[in-house]
C-alpha cells in the first residue's frame, strides 16, 4: 500500500554569504523532492544576538521521508555548507534548516518539535509560511497562518528583497 506523500514546511535561515547560502539549500532541496513551493526571501534583523540581517524564507514539499531522515538531511546539508555546532546557539550562520511542520503531527518525534515554536514567535517564520500557506491550518491553535500573521505583532521587521534562483523571481523588493 503506498502512502500519501506528507506536506511538509521548511524554514530557510542564513546571515552569511547569504545568497550562496539560500541558493544551495534551494538546489539541494529541489533535487530530493523535486517541485518547491517557495515564499518571496525576506531580510530581517538577526534576533537574540547583535550580527548581520538575515535571509530568511519558507519551502513546502512534499516527501514519504520520515521526520528522523529530513532531520538528518538537513544537519548533514547545514554540515556540507559550513554550518558549525561549536558556537552559542544565537550566533551567525551560513546555513540553518529546520521543519517547522509536518503534514498534522504535532509533538516531539525523532527529536523535532511539530510544529516548530518559532512559527509563532518569530516574524522571519511566519510571514513567509503565511505567504505560501495562508489557509493551512497551526495544527495546536488551529488558526491559519493568514490570521495568526494579521494578529502579529512584535516588532520584529523583516522586508522582501530581490532574490533569483534559478533564473526565476523568486521575490523582489518593495519600494
Not at 530557510?12 to 530530493?32: F, H, K, M, P, Q
Request: glycine share 8%.
Amino acid at each position: 500500500m503506498m502512502t500519501a506523500a506528507t506536506r511538509v514546511y521548511i524554514s530557510i535561515g542564513t546571515n552569511i554569504d547569504r545568497e550562496r547560502y539560500v541558493t544551495a539549500a534551494l538546489d539541494a532541496l529541489a533535487d530530493w523532492f523535486g517541485d518547491l513551493q517557495i515564499s518571496p526571501v525576506y531580510e530581517s534583523e538577526s534576533v537574540g544576538f547583535d550580527g548581520s540581517p538575515f535571509f530568511n524564507l519558507v519551502v513546502g514539499v512534499d516527501t514519504d521521508l520520515s521526520v528522523g531522515e529530513l532531520s538528518r538531511r538537513f544537519k548533514q546539508l547545514e554540515a556540507e555548507n559550513g554550518r558549525r555546532r561549536d558556537v552559542p546557539k544565537f550566533s551567525a550562520r551560513t546555513l540553518d534548516l529546520d521543519i517547522l511542520t509536518y503534514g498534522d503531527r504535532t509533538g516531539t518525534i525523532d527529536g523535532v518539535e511539530l510544529p516548530r515554536g518559532e512559527i509563532l514567535k518569530n516574524a522571519f517564520v511566519l510571514r513567509p509560511l503565511a505567504d505560501i500557506a495562508p489557509d493551512a491550518v497551526h495544527p495546536v491553535c488551529g488558526k491559519r497562518y493568514r490570521e495568526l500573521w494579521q494578529a502579529y505583532n512584535t516588532g520584529q521587521k523583516l522586508w522582501p528583497v530581490d532574490f533569483t534562483w534559478q533564473g526565476r523571481k523568486i521575490s523582489e523588493a518593495v519600494g
